[in-house]
Structure formats: C-alpha cells, structure tokens
C-alpha cells in the first residue's frame, strides 16, 4: 500500500476505536473532523467529543465546523488534499463535502446493509429479535446510508444480549472491517456493489428512538417484551410506570436486565417476587427483570430494589395505550 492519506470525521466513543484502528496502522492522518465542543452539566463545562481527545492525545490536527457546508472548512478540506474521507457515527454530509477526495468517502454503519438504514441500528436490530447483525461499509452517496456496498461482517445476537453489549462487540468488528476496507482502497483492490442488486425485501428501517418510544406495552408477549427492553439497554432505556398502593404513587422504573420465563401469567397486572427477580407479567408470560432503576434513584439490582419495596403492592399502571 502506498502512502495516501484520509481525513477522518466522527465523534463517539464507537469512531474512536476505529481512528484508533487506523492510527495504530500508521495510516496518515491529515485532520480529524468533529462536533464543535458543547456546553454540558450543572457548570455548563465545555464538553470534548470522545475523538476530539484521542485527537488532543495524539496531536492531529482538529477541525470543528458548526456549519459543515461554510465554504471556509470546505476549503479547508480541498487544502488538505487528502485522498480518502473515513466517516464514522458523524452527522449526514453534504456532497460538497464527500465529493471532495479521488479516492471518495466510505462510511462505516452498524447493520447488514440495506437494513437497518437510520440512526438506531443496533437498537432496532434487537427490538426485533434479530439473530444477526453486523458492519457494513460503503461509499457515501446522496441517500443517507444507500451508497454502494464495499465489505460486511457478521455477529450473532444471543438471545439475552443487550445493545450495549451489542454495541461492544460492533465497535471492534467496525474498527478492522474499515481498516480493512481502507487498505483496499490505497491498494486499488476495492470492488463495490450496489444495495438495489442484493434483492432484499421487507427492508427493516432503524428511525431514531425518543423517550416516548420507550414506554413498555405488557400487552405484548414474553419475547417481544423482552426484546423491547433489552434493545434499549443501557441507553435511552425502556421504562413503564408502577403504581404502588402502600404509598399511593406512581413513579416511573427503567428495566435493564431482563429474560423471558415460561412461568404463565396470572390474571392480574401484580409484580411477583421471587428469589431470582422480579415477574413482570406480559401477555403470555412472566417476564424475569433482575435490573431496574426507580424513578430518581440509580440503577439497582432487583436485591438491592426489593430492600427498600414491597413489590406485592405494586401493579403496571397506564399499560395499555
């Protein structure tokens, strides 16, 4: 491979591991591209994207644009004449801006493209009860994440994995496909194929989620609530409310660890305590949650929740919509 160079754009923890990837490699860096630093917590601190202080540790050259179509960082770019753009988990680019180097721009997303196009992918992938999933790369066209396919690879969801541990294990397997799919292309070894050829049907799509989406429907079964909650772990969470009648409230419980039983429900909406969790009853059956936050309070095993609450008291409330 010959020394060419790229610009890489991106901004979490999981671009991180990639430009890390790349660096590690010694492949030449002309300039990292991230969000503009925000102000964050109860001082209002300036907040570093993940990469900005990879970058800062590094010493690569930074560029933060609030406005990725200002003519000032597009020239900027053009000056930097750098022969591949790298993006990852970054904001939708402008052609102005993707259409810049010879070689391109490839980003990395976290499905098996053409499903799971959008911003959620790994959420999405295990709220449907997928049993695979994967990275893609590919070029960057006009249509967010639509471009052509260059390389893909795959992992197995397992049956109680979260997507944070789903994410974990993308992070890596994203980092050596682009590495990989970089060396291709300073090789001239890249062959892409278009998504339209693969003849999928019933593409899945990966909208963004919202607090609002993440109310749990016990209406649902077992596994689909489990699902539900699971694609939702660690982050943003999925919540119901419970209404205990001791103490004549209602707060809202975030549930984080769950499994699916084969325990039949009972015809009531009542929690069950047992030695291994708590049952949460769905449509068919009891679903075991063994992490849960109280509203206001941390995160807690269900030890820890049931020190301090009598779940015989308490009942879902506000389930169906």
Request: charged content about 25%; aromatic content about 10%; some cysteine.
């Amino acid at each position: 491979m010959g020394r060419f160079s790229i610009v890489f754009m991106g901004t979490p923890e999981f671009a991180v591991s990639v430009i890390k990837k790349l660096y590690n490699e010694e492949i030449e860096i002309k300039a990292i591209v991230t969000a503009p630093d925000k102000p964050a917590g109860r001082g209002q601190k300036l907040n570093q994207s993940e990469v900005k202080k990879f970058a800062i540790e590094k010493k690569l050259n930074i560029l933060q644009p609030e406005n990725l179509k200002d003519a000032s960082f597009i020239e900027n770019l053009k000056e930097l004449d750098a022969d591949l753009f790298v993006v990852v988990a970054f904001r939708m680019l402008p052609e102005s801006v993707w259409s810049i180097p010879t070689f391109g721009t490839v980003n990395l997303h976290a499905s098996l493209l053409p499903n799971y196009r959008g911003a959620a992918p790994i959420n999405w992938a295990i709220i449907n009860g997928e049993t695979e999933s994967g990275v893609t790369t590919f070029f960057i066209e006009k249509e967010i994440d639509t471009g052509r396919i260059i390389d893909q690879k795959k992992v197995q969801i397992g049956e109680n994995e979260t997507a944070g541990d789903l994410y974990n294990s993308l992070m890596q397997k994203g980092a050596d496909l682009m590495y990989e799919t970089v060396q291709k292309i300073f090789d001239g070894k890249v062959t892409s194929v278009e998504q339209s050829e693969l003849n999928l049907t019933d593409i899945k799509p990966a909208p963004k989620i919202f607090r609002n989406n993440c109310k749990i429907d016990f209406s649902l079964s077992v596994s689909q609530v489990h699902n539900f909650c699971r694609g939702l772990s660690p982050s943003p969470a999925a919540w119901c409310n419970l209404l205990n009648h001791e103490k004549n409230e209602i707060k809202i419980y975030k549930l984080f660890a769950t499994k699916k039983t084969t325990i039949r429900c009972a015809s009531s909406l009542k929690l069950v305590r047992t030695a291994n969790g708590i049952l949460f009853p769905c449509d068919d059956y009891y679903l075991l949650v063994t992490e849960i936050q109280p509203e206001g309070k941390r995160r807690m095993t269900f030890n820890e929740f049931l020190a301090g609450n009598t779940v015989e008291n308490m009942v879902l409330f506000g389930n169906s919509e």
